[in-house]
């Protein structure tokens, strides 16, 4: 009796064990922003150079930034950090310091290397100029005497 | 609904979960373990209210945490790790829950064992997913 019953409960705890997860996907689905909007990027992912302080940045970035600002660091809940107009100095600040109620302080979890690699990688990330890869090429012809 | 919303929601509604999951096991084991004490039951009892709360509260904290991550179900870096611990443990907290009311104090002592072995690791797969929950959020 004893037995049955603990095979019954086993049959529906998998169940419904499975029913909570796929109820979190389809949760997953219903949060997730439109898919045409993200096959829109603003800013292509920057990769900089394999063996650059920016490299390693990008490699700090996407273990401890990216779920704020993007994987492409063009913003998510974070701002947007192409063509940031702040001087090396107030970025390392800010990564070290954070912003209270907006951003966490890493000054104890970066060494400073890692706030120098971080501060690269923002600086190598090129600001988006808005437009499509044909307009860019109009834009940049010279013009004809 | 505005991010910061949704990141205090999750803040707060997580917490019920961890706590509750954590309370549930140590009174199981206390019931477990203590077997002449005459609050055995009263034990065994609270760690089933526990665990069933725990269970329903996590519903709040996945919903509050996919709507703060945008849907994203794995994201990189400590979002990654945060995921990795929250999907098994969720899962298996909510198997958990059903099973203990479905045999409620009808369970053998082995199928009890069994039960306290997963309960207990679940509670340690949710105490690293607050942890690097924590670390997303707080920075160190």
Redesign the interface.
């Known amino acids: 009796m004893k037995n049955s019953l603990q095979q019954k409960g086993f049959a529906l705890a998998l169940i419904s064990s499975f029913a909570a997860l796929a109820l979190a996907f389809v949760g997953a689905g219903i949060f997730e922003p439109a898919k045409a909007a993200s096959l829109i990027t603003k800013n292509k992912p920057s990769v900089p150079g394999q063996s650059t302080l920016a490299h390693q940045g990008r490699t700090l970035f996407l273990q401890n930034c990216a779920h704020c600002h993007g994987e492409d660091a063009s913003g998510d809940e974070g701002p947007d950090l192409h063509g940031v107009k702040k001087t090396d100095e107030r970025i390392a600040r800010i990564i070290t310091n954070g912003i209270k109620g907006e951003m966490p302080k890493f000054g104890a979890k970066f060494s400073d290397t890692d706030v120098r690699a971080l501060t690269a990688y923002i600086r190598s990330l090129v600001p988006s100029m808005g437009f499509s890869p044909s307009e860019s090429a109009a834009t940049l012809r010279p013009n004809k005497p | 609904m505005n991010?910061v919303l949704w990141?205090r929601m999750h803040g707060g509604a997580t917490h019920f979960p961890i706590a509750l999951l954590i309370v549930s096991v140590f009174f199981d084991h206390a019931g477990f373990w203590w077997q002449n004490n005459p609050r055995r039951r009263d034990f065994i009892v609270v760690g089933f209210f526990s665990v069933t709360i725990a269970a329903a509260a996590s519903?709040a904290a996945?919903?509050s945490g996919?709507?703060?991550?945008?849907?994203?179900?794995l994201?990189?870096?400590?979002?990654a790790l945060h995921h990795g611990f929250v999907?098994p443990a969720?899962?298996?907290l909510?198997?958990?829950?059903?099973?203990r009311l479905?045999?409620r104090e009808?369970?053998?002592r082995r199928?009890f064992a069994s039960y306290l072995v997963l309960a207990t690791a679940t509670a340690a797969a949710m105490i690293a997913a607050g942890f690097w929950g924590g670390e997303?959020?707080?920075?160190?």
Request: charged residues 10%; positive net charge; proline residues 0%.
């Open positions: 991010n990141a519903f996945v919903l996919l709507a703060l991550s945008q849907g994203k179900l994201g990189t870096g400590a979002m999907w969720f899962s298996v909510v198997g958990l829950a059903t099973w479905i045999v009808r369970a053998t199928a997303m959020a707080l920075g160190r």
